[in-house]
């Protein structure tokens, strides 16, 4: 039997192979998709110009990528979870219950959240209250909360066109989601004045519990099909923006970049989104970007130490660096990032 | 249709009333019955061959595109100052110069060119002229002058990319009108490019480098290929191939001629069918808890795809397996058992070669359809950016990290920047290529060796 001879002799290639493998010698990243792209930049320009592999960038997910950093120490788990929401307490509290007691926190910019339509389409100046209005399954008419029966958005705003609503707002699942309804939905729950409304209806034990289920009321989206989760990434809503020309779309601020041919941005209170305007603060709807490093793998993974100091180095995460190209919100406190880095400090409680 | 009345179908009736040349009504509705029949039978296939070819034109229309890029014929001279400042040639001072310093080189040699020639359009600043060379163009210069530090003080011709909007201009994708609103190039920079098209230096070829070079960051996708995609997805298949194989064959064998037929055997047998139709994302779940989390084996590496593959494609070998063991007929296993064969010998020696066919056949199909299975590698890493090769397997490659052809398109489709779109199309093409290959080898094994009884 030829084929026997011939497995038989492959399984050993593979078993020899294997104790080969054992150490690694590659930096491994994951998580969130949103930092995915500004991953691979660093990671590239890293395999070019150091001695080092090039790093090995998954995407999943900010909270999948801290659950796996989070399954323990050794080569055989990952080295960097990029997220785009801070890390939580539970994450913290699962990392040391496996060994993981020392994680260094890397903020290394802001991303920007934008609204876009069509770019043929009219143009729109959003205030989060308009959001709210368009979208919210419960709005404020005449003082008392009513349920959303909003068809155009001229109808609370004349100032905006008289175009049918239909937002493509990202899916629950979504980081991005998170700053959606927190700075935009709640804000403009806030604006509307339907907050302080949901307040004196809700239940809760003290202030900040009842401010949690008024906040809570807030983010409750309308469900008659004006307001569509979009669950997949910025290229499915720019796809489905292509198909129906009324609609609203919200996508990060370096995809915009990516696709200013296609999609028009509406402002935001007045201001038109760019990377000026948000590391300026004007601009409302940010977040800000981190990647946690354990910091046990340090000195074991060759080029980790080397990779983590590269990306927060002004030739990359520097306002004039490729990530500042390609649509990342420079870091204007960068300097106390690299000398955190520099002296590996291990991030404090969460407060 | 109407000529399918004519056709003579024996009347069943027993009642001598009408005859083939006089239908009765009866006849006539049941030869309508069966003209609708056949034109549903059409309908059916034309609504698959329509969804075919719309499927496929689409795909070809987005991708084909991939296969050509445009580049930049350069002739750099490369200055030993600026590269070497120790002046000692010694590696560890010339990798001291970064891509930013090979970038700029790149940059001031098409600027000198376009003043040489007088090639000039008002508003192009000479940075808006490097931004016409990919971004991958200073690291390929850099790694040629590491390799043979000879380079230096010589003035050599350099092919570079071209960026991925002067590429898309190239091909229709970007146009005037859309570069007007595009912050990323400028219509002047689109005039340039047609002068740079005039003299001969920008230039549109067939792009091998699609099929070999790794994949790249978002900033370059005029760079980005499928090469380690297709070495992972090669390493994965012949891996499959020798761990399905044996174990396939060897299960279908003692199920199908040696085993007694009772209860267990009929669990065994219902539980195979089953594992058949469980969704493939559940074997990836289960290669992340065995494979990676318990057995330690590497994520992102293709020995974990593979055996989570054969974990798949088990099922439905040995049910291809088996069928075509059935069908050799009992004639030859008697014959053989006459003689005075063993029942292990009339299988080995006799059935199995018989068999073996469509057992190959089987097993392409299989395979083929692990090649195009996304979602089990999604859970194992192997969704990833993955820019050095693979080592050869000699020397561990099996468990280096690696993409996956179907895995390379579901990401590149999630690209921002709009020249994915088209590579991504162009991955499928290639995937589509290989499937078309290993259904055509299925087909020519079935037709050369299969015996009929």
Same mark, same amino acid.
């Given at each position: 039997?030829n084929?026997?001879?011939?497995t038989v002799?492959?399984l050993?290639?593979?078993?020899?192979?294997?104790t080969?493998?054992?150490?690694r010698?590659?930096?491994?990243?994951?998580g969130?998709?949103t930092v995915?792209p500004?991953?691979t930049?660093?990671?590239?320009?890293?395999?070019?110009?150091?001695?080092?592999?090039?790093?090995v960038?998954?995407?999943?997910?900010s909270?999948?990528g801290?659950a796996?950093?989070?399954? #323990?120490?050794?080569?055989n788990?990952? =080295?960097?979870a990029n997220?785009s929401?801070?890390?939580?307490q539970?994450?913290?509290?699962?990392?040391?219950a496996?060994?993981?007691?020392?994680?260094?926190?890397v903020?290394?910019?802001?991303d920007?959240?934008v609204?876009?339509?069509?770019?043929?389409g009219?143009?729109f100046n959003?205030?989060?209250? =308009?959001?709210?209005?368009a979208?919210?399954?419960?709005?404020?008419k005449d003082?008392?909360?009513?349920?959303?029966?909003?068809?155009q958005w001229?109808?609370?705003? &004349?100032?905006?066109?008289a175009?049918?609503?239909?937002?493509?707002?990202? *899916?629950t699942?979504?980081?991005?989601?998170?700053?959606?309804?927190?700075r935009?939905?709640i804000?403009?729950? %806030?604006?509307t004045?339907a907050?302080?409304?949901?307040?004196a209806?809700?239940a #809760?034990?003290?202030d900040?519990a009842?401010?949690r289920?008024?906040?809570?009321?807030?983010? %409750?989206?309308r469900?008659? #099909?004006?307001?569509v989760?979009?669950?997949?990434?910025y290229?499915e809503?720019l796809?489905?923006l292509?198909n129906d %020309?009324?609609?609203?779309?919200?996508f990060?601020?370096?995809?915009?970049?990516?696709?200013?041919d296609?999609l028009?941005v509406?402002?935001?209170?007045?201001?038109?989104?760019?990377?000026e305007t948000?590391?300026?603060?004007d601009?409302p709807?940010?977040r800000?970007?981190y990647?946690?490093?354990k910091?046990?793998?340090?000195d074991?993974?060759?080029?980790l130490?080397?990779?983590?100091?590269?990306?927060?180095?002004?030739?990359?995460?520097?306002?004039?660096? &490729?990530?500042?190209?390609? *649509?990342?919100?420079s870091?204007?406190?960068?300097?106390a990032?690299?000398a955190?880095?520099?002296?590996?400090?291990?991030?404090?409680?969460?407060? | 249709?109407?000529?399918?009345?004519?056709?003579?179908?024996p009347?069943?009736?027993?009642?001598?009333?009408?005859s083939?040349?006089?239908?009765?009504?009866l006849?006539?509705?049941r030869?309508? /019955?069966?003209?609708?029949?056949?034109f549903?039978?059409?309908?059916?296939?034309?609504?698959?061959?329509?969804?075919?070819?719309?499927m496929l034109w689409?795909?070809?229309s987005?991708?084909v595109?991939?296969?050509r890029q445009?580049? $930049?014929?350069?002739t750099?001279t490369?200055d030993?100052?600026?590269l070497d400042?120790q002046g000692?040639?010694?590696?560890?001072?010339?990798s001291?110069v970064?891509?930013i310093g090979?970038g700029?080189?790149?940059?001031a +040699?098409?600027?000198?060119?376009m003043?040489?020639?007088?090639?000039?359009?008002?508003?192009v600043?000479?940075?808006?002229v490097g931004e016409?060379?990919?971004?991958?163009?200073?690291?390929r210069l850099?790694?040629?002058?590491l390799?043979d &530090?000879?380079?230096?003080?010589?003035?050599?011709r350099? *092919?570079a990319?071209?960026?991925?909007r002067?590429?898309?201009?190239?091909?229709?994708?970007?146009?005037? +009108?859309?570069?007007?609103?595009?912050?990323?190039?400028?219509?002047?920079?689109?005039?340039l490019?047609?002068?740079l098209?005039?003299?001969?230096?920008?230039?549109s070829a067939?792009?091998?480098r699609?099929l070999?070079?790794?994949?790249?960051?978002?900033q370059?996708?005029?760079?980005?290929? @499928?090469?380690?995609a297709?070495?992972?997805?090669?390493?994965?298949?012949f891996l499959?191939?020798?761990?399905?194989?044996?174990?396939g064959?060897?299960a279908?064998?003692?199920?199908?001629?040696f085993?007694?037929?009772?209860?267990?055997? =009929?669990?065994i047998e219902?539980?195979i069918?089953?594992?058949?139709?469980?969704?493939s994302?559940?074997?990836?779940i289960?290669?992340?808890?065995i494979?990676?989390?318990?057995?330690k084996l &590497?994520a992102?590496?293709?020995?974990?795809?593979?055996?989570?593959?054969?974990?798949?494609?088990?099922?439905?070998?040995i049910?291809a397996?088996?069928?075509s $063991?059935?069908?050799v007929?009992?004639?030859?296993?008697?014959?053989?058992l006459?003689?005075?064969?063993?029942?292990?010998?009339?299988?080995?020696?006799?059935v199995?070669?018989l068999? /073996?066919?469509?057992i190959m056949t *089987?097993?392409?199909l299989?395979?083929a359809?692990?090649?195009?299975?996304?979602?089990p590698?999604?859970?194992?890493g192997?969704?990833?950016?993955?820019?050095?090769?693979p080592?050869?397997p000699l020397?561990?490659?099996?468990? =280096?990290?690696?993409?996956?052809?179907?895995?390379q398109?579901?990401s590149?489709?999630?690209?921002?920047?709009?020249?994915?779109?088209e590579?991504s199309?162009g991955?499928i093409?290639?995937? @589509?290529?290989? $499937?078309?290959v290993?259904?055509?080898l299925?087909?020519?094994?079935?037709?050369?060796?299969?015996?009929?009884?």
């Amino acid at each position: 039997m030829n084929l026997m001879k011939f497995t038989v002799s492959a399984l050993a290639i593979a078993a020899v192979s294997a104790t080969a493998a054992a150490a690694r010698d590659n930096v491994q990243v994951t998580g969130s998709s949103t930092v995915l792209p500004y991953s691979t930049i660093v990671a590239e320009a890293f395999g070019e110009n150091f001695d080092f592999p090039t790093p090995v960038v998954e995407g999943g997910g900010s909270g999948a990528g801290r659950a796996k950093m989070c399954e #323990g120490v050794g080569p055989n788990t990952v =080295d960097i979870a990029n997220s785009s929401s801070r890390i939580t307490q539970r994450d913290i509290d699962t990392c040391a219950a496996n060994g993981v007691t020392e994680i260094m926190e890397v903020r290394f910019g802001y991303d920007g959240i934008v609204f876009a339509s069509d770019v043929n389409g009219p143009e729109f100046n959003f205030t989060p209250a =308009d959001i709210y209005n368009a979208l919210a399954s419960q709005v404020v008419k005449d003082g008392a909360l009513t349920a959303n029966t909003h068809a155009q958005w001229a109808e609370f705003n &004349p100032a905006l066109p008289a175009q049918d609503i239909l937002v493509l707002s990202p *899916g629950t699942k979504h980081g991005t989601r998170e700053v959606f309804d927190e700075r935009v939905i709640i804000a403009g729950c %806030k604006e509307t004045g339907a907050h302080a409304l949901f307040l004196a209806v809700v239940a #809760g034990d003290d202030d900040s519990a009842k401010n949690r289920a008024a906040n809570g009321e807030c983010t %409750k989206l309308r469900t008659d #099909g004006r307001n569509v989760d979009i669950d997949g990434d910025y290229t499915e809503t720019l796809q489905r923006l292509d198909n129906d %020309k009324n609609a609203v779309g919200v996508f990060g601020l370096s995809f915009y970049q990516n696709n200013t041919d296609k999609l028009r941005v509406a402002t935001m209170n007045g201001v038109v989104p760019s990377t000026e305007t948000i590391a300026a603060g004007d601009y409302p709807v940010s977040r800000p970007l981190y990647f946690y490093v354990k910091t046990a793998h340090l000195d074991v993974i060759p080029g980790l130490k080397e990779y983590v100091e590269f990306f927060v180095s002004d030739d990359m995460a520097g306002p004039d660096g &490729p990530l500042a190209q390609y *649509g990342l919100v420079s870091d204007p406190e960068l300097a106390a990032t690299q000398a955190a880095v520099a002296a590996r400090t291990p991030m404090g409680p969460l407060n | 249709m109407t000529d399918a009345t004519a056709s003579g179908l024996p009347d069943a009736r027993p009642q001598g009333s009408s005859s083939l040349l006089q239908q009765d009504a009866l006849m006539k509705r049941r030869n309508a /019955a069966e003209a609708r029949f056949k034109f549903y039978g059409i309908a059916a296939i034309s609504v698959s061959l329509v969804t075919l070819c719309v499927m496929l034109w689409t795909i070809f229309s987005d991708g084909v595109s991939a296969f050509r890029q445009a580049s $930049l014929e350069l002739t750099v001279t490369l200055d030993a100052e600026r590269l070497d400042p120790q002046g000692d040639r010694s590696l560890e001072s010339l990798s001291k110069v970064t891509t930013i310093g090979y970038g700029n080189l790149l940059t001031a +040699a098409l600027n000198d060119y376009m003043a040489e020639r007088n090639i000039s359009v008002e508003g192009v600043s000479p940075k808006q002229v490097g931004e016409f060379i990919s971004r991958d163009a200073p690291a390929r210069l850099r790694n040629m002058v590491l390799a043979d &530090p000879e380079l230096i003080g010589q003035t050599i011709r350099f *092919g570079a990319f071209a960026s991925g909007r002067i590429d898309g201009y190239m091909k229709g994708r970007v146009t005037m +009108a859309s570069a007007a609103l595009d912050s990323n190039i400028t219509p002047e920079q689109l005039q340039l490019a047609d002068r740079l098209i005039e003299a001969g230096v920008l230039k549109s070829a067939f792009n091998w480098r699609f099929l070999t070079n790794p994949d790249a960051s978002d900033q370059r996708p005029e760079s980005a290929g @499928l090469g380690i995609a297709i070495i992972g997805s090669l390493y994965m298949m012949f891996l499959v191939a020798i761990m399905v194989l044996p174990i396939g064959v060897a299960a279908s064998i003692y199920l199908e001629e040696f085993a007694p037929k009772n209860k267990w055997t =009929d669990i065994i047998e219902v539980n195979i069918s089953n594992l058949a139709a469980v969704p493939s994302i559940v074997y990836g779940i289960l290669g992340l808890a065995i494979f990676i989390n318990f057995a330690k084996l &590497p994520a992102s590496a293709p020995i974990v795809g593979a055996l989570v593959l054969t974990l798949m494609t088990l099922p439905t070998i040995i049910i291809a397996t088996r069928a075509s $063991l059935r069908a050799v007929p009992p004639s030859i296993r008697d014959a053989a058992l006459g003689v005075g064969a063993s029942k292990m010998q009339t299988v080995f020696h006799h059935v199995l070669p018989l068999a /073996a066919p469509g057992i190959m056949t *089987g097993t392409i199909l299989g395979l083929a359809s692990a090649l195009g299975e996304t979602a089990p590698l999604l859970l194992i890493g192997m969704v990833a950016f993955v820019a050095n090769y693979p080592s050869s397997p000699l020397e561990g490659g099996f468990f =280096d990290p690696a993409t996956a052809l179907p895995v390379q398109v579901y990401s590149w489709a999630s690209r921002s920047d709009p020249a994915f779109i088209e590579r991504s199309s162009g991955a499928i093409i290639v995937l @589509l290529a290989f $499937l078309l290959v290993m259904n055509i080898l299925a087909i020519v094994l079935r037709r050369r060796f299969e015996r009929r009884w």
